[in-house]
């Protein structure tokens, strides 16, 4: 019986630097999500909202 590649165990027909591209997407991905979130958890403690949505509150109708 012929075993599958995983992801942990790439074959030997160059998968080596694609799955090093993987991890390179995966890892730019990765470190702009926890940008997103630190900004978000900055706006949210200076009070400010930062969903890009106008504050509908006090629209005076």
Known sequence: ???TP???TPAKTGQPTATLS???RLK???KANM???K???RA???GTPDDGQPDNENTGE
Do not use: H, I, V, Y
Request: glycine share 4%.
């Open 1 to 3: 019986m012929r075993k």
């Open 28 to 30: 730019a991905a990765l």
């Open 39 to 41: 900004a978000q958890a």
């Open 22 to 24: 993987r991890e390179e």
């Open 44 to 46: 949210r403690s200076s």
């Open 35 to 37: 940008g997103r979130r």
């Open 6 to 8: 995983t992801p942990e």
